[in-house]
């Protein structure tokens, strides 16, 4: 009994060794296989260097576990599987390649695989039975198969197809006419067709547009031709007349001759275009005639007040005959037209002949200038060489007026001496005080002076009138006006009038005269600038080589363009497409983003500046700077090294509870020996049971 708990511990003890020492292989199993390399080899053993479609192979894969540093595993007893890849068929064997106490390499043998044609793949998973999470799916490229390429179809040549030929020449060409054509002539032209090329021309038809002075007898202007052979000619008649007025002696003829020719391929339609020239007599165009006005002499300047008759003399100067003339008068201010009429029907005016028409005129009594006007319109028809055409002749007859003394008193003026409207431009939307000094030019005083401002489409008050009133104003006097005004928000850039209007009155001899000016001035307006840019995220790092990008997202806010937009990448240390960007304009409300392309050529910290410049709607030169710092890293070395099952910190000890297990088993087992020593001198031969237990007993 005693004998059977014993032999119980030690085969519990050697279990939970054997556990132990299976820990570290299953917890390498995940990740820690990788392909060394390959061998193809053909039945014989012998290298192969291709592998086409249906081939027959043997392939030897090298694995190295880097979870075995002892090399203490038996690749025997992993479970190895050939997944679904560009082989099938085949049975795998695996055998250890590694020497003892090296990291583990095995060979896994596939012998008898057939290639698909398809792809390069060979596919293996690899693990232990039972632990699920032990296995490795692994792929390598089996450079040695050549793809399966299914041959393509030869498609015969096309017959070769005969060069088409051009389309014949033709020269087209008319009989000799012995003189040019006079208006109203009628002759009959012979036109000649002639084919200079090979190919005959068949079914022809000629079509024929005259010019603006001929045109053709008949009513039909297209006419079928017979076929015109290579090298031969055809002829054809037609009767064409002159008009009865010819403006240009170049008149024309216009032929357009269509045809159908065997191109040696097929039957195509062509067609040959030419104009023939026809002299003919032109009939010169009248010119408008030239007419000249007068008045009857004057002795002596009207009076105010006084009626005086004046004769107007119209004088023809040309060939032409003036047909039914009418005039129409105008006075100016100061006189008054006493006529029942102030337009006259009169008779027709023969070349070198004059008609006249006496006005009866009235000089106002208050008369500002001496210098009197009468504004004469004449219509009339005349014969142009072809019909009769309209024309008219317009002038202004003066006529003296005495102009008392008392109105030649100047007339006060008022003008803007100057203005001030605070900065030296103002943005749309905020409010300037407008100030402007206007002074009495004239050498009398003005009363009840009115002044009114209108902005007009730019300008508002700013809680204020735009009316003001001054009493008096003296001779050389000067009055200063301060209006608070705002720019509407919507205003254009650039300068933008206001009309500052002024009423007044004015006292000349005994008479009170009203006078008004408007002058305008101009105040520059701007949009302001509301061209928002963001600053560049800078990552925490960057590697030498690589290209990393940095963007500036942007938004013109304001209402005004932003202009002649340029990105510029200032400093050294990185390499980059384009140190200067031209990015043209940016309407208004406009967004985007700008990106600069940066590869750094160096390491450490790499400073650089981000240059942004435009105009603004204001036409001033705007820059914004960024400054940045790139952080740049060489990039990392890859060394291919030993795997080391690192250190685990914490969890189990299951090394502590190995060794406890070890140390028990060791005094077990001397124990066991000392006992099996004593009973073997105690007992003999025959009565002596062997320690190992037949299959199937309950010990076992």
């Not at 698909?116 to 198969?145: C, F, W």
């Not at 008392?404 to 905020?430: M, Q």
């Not at 509407?488 to 009170?512: C, H, L, M, N």
């Not at 942007?554 to 990185?574: F, H, L, P, T």
Request: charge should be negative; glycine fraction near 8%; include cysteine.
């Amino acid at each position: 009994m005693k004998r059977n708990l014993l032999i119980r511990g030690c085969a519990l003890l050697l279990l939970v060794v054997l556990a132990a020492t299976l820990v570290p292989m299953a917890s390498a199993a995940g990740g820690s296989l990788y392909i060394t390399g390959y061998t193809v080899t053909d039945a014989g053993g012998r290298p192969v260097g291709a592998i086409t479609k249906g081939s027959t192979v043997n392939i030897a894969v090298s694995v190295k576990d880097i979870s075995d540093g002892s090399g203490q595993g038996n690749p025997q007893g992993l479970d190895i599987a050939k997944l679904d890849d560009s082989f099938t068929g085949g049975s795998v064997t695996t055998r250890r390649t590694s020497p003892d106490g090296a990291p583990l390499v095995y060979e896994v043998l596939l012998t008898g695989l057939q290639y698909k044609g398809v792809g390069q793949a060979l596919r293996l998973q690899i693990g232990s039975a039972g632990q699920p999470d032990s296995y490795q799916t692994m792929e390598t490229t089996i450079t040695e198969a050549v793809v399966y390429e299914a041959p393509q179809p030869v498609t015969p040549p096309a017959p070769e197809t005969p060069e088409a030929s051009p389309a014949p020449m033709v020269v087209i060409s008319r009989s000799e006419l012995e003189q040019p054509l006079r208006p109203g002539q009628e002759v009959e032209l012979t036109v000649y067709f002639r084919n200079l090329s090979g190919p005959r021309m068949r079914s022809p038809v000629a079509s024929f547009t005259p010019s603006e002075g001929l045109s053709i007898v008949g009513g039909a202007s297209s006419f079928p031709l017979n076929d015109i052979p290579s090298k031969k000619s055809v002829s054809l008649k037609v009767r064409i007349k002159a008009a009865s007025v010819i403006a240009s002696p170049n008149q024309t003829l216009g032929v357009d001759l269509k045809y159908n020719y065997h191109n040696n391929i097929s039957m195509v339609q062509a067609a040959a275009n030419d104009k023939i020239s026809i002299p003919a007599l032109a009939r010169e165009s009248v010119p408008q005639p030239v007419v000249v006005t007068t008045r009857s002499a004057m002795d002596t300047p009207m009076s105010p007040g006084e009626i005086r008759e004046i004769t107007l003399s119209f004088a023809n100067t040309s060939e032409a005959r003036l047909v039914s003339p009418v005039l129409s008068v105008t006075p100016s201010e100061a006189l008054v037209l006493k006529n029942d009429v102030s337009t006259f029907l009169m008779e027709d005016i023969a070349p070198g002949a004059a008609g006249t028409v006496t006005l009866k005129l009235q000089a106002a009594k208050d008369v500002a200038s001496a210098n009197q006007t009468v504004s004469t319109e004449l219509k009339f028809a005349y014969d142009n060489g072809t019909a009769l055409a309209q024309a008219s002749v317009s002038d202004k007859i003066n006529v003296p007026v005495d102009v008392p003394s008392k109105a030649d008193a100047p007339t006060p003026n008022i003008v803007i001496r100057s203005f001030t409207y605070g900065e030296s431009s103002v943005a749309t939307g905020s409010a300037f005080p407008l100030g402007f000094t206007f002074v009495n030019t004239g050498k009398m005083g003005i009363e009840n002076v009115v002044v009114t401002v209108d902005g007009g489409e730019s300008f508002t008050m700013n809680n204020s009138t735009n009316t003001f009133y001054y009493p008096a104003l003296s001779a050389g006097g000067s009055q200063t006006q301060e209006v608070p005004m705002r720019v509407v928000p919507t205003s254009k850039s650039g300068a933008q009038s206001i009309t500052v209007g002024f009423k007044y009155e004015y006292v000349s001899g005994d008479k009170r005269t009203q006078a008004n000016t408007d002058i305008r001035i101009s105040v520059p307006v701007y949009q302001p600038d509301r061209f928002q840019i963001n600053a560049p995220a800078v990552p925490e790092t960057v590697t030498v080589g690589e290209e990393t990008a940095l963007t500036l997202a942007y938004v013109n806010k304001g209402r005004g363009d932003i202009s002649n937009v340029e990105a510029v990448v200032e400093g050294d240390g990185v390499d980059t497409p384009a140190r200067t960007q031209y990015l043209g304009n940016i309407i208004a409300g406009g967004s985007g983003n700008i990106g600069f392309a940066l590869t750094p050529s160096q390491e450490g910290e790499i400073p650089l500046t981000l240059k942004i410049s435009y105009e603004n709607a204001d036409q001033q030169l705007v820059t914004r700077e960024f400054p940045v710092t790139l952080k740049a890293e060489e990039p990392p070395m890859v060394e291919e090294t030993d795997f080391e099952e690192p250190e685990q910190g914490g969890g189990f000890p299951w090394l502590a509870v190995v060794l406890v297990i070890a140390g028990a088993g060791a005094g077990g087992g001397a124990l066991w020996l000392r006992k099996r020593k004593k009973k073997a001198e105690a007992v003999t031969d025959g009565s002596w049971e062997d320690w190992d237990q037949t299959p199937g007993s309950e010990e076992a």
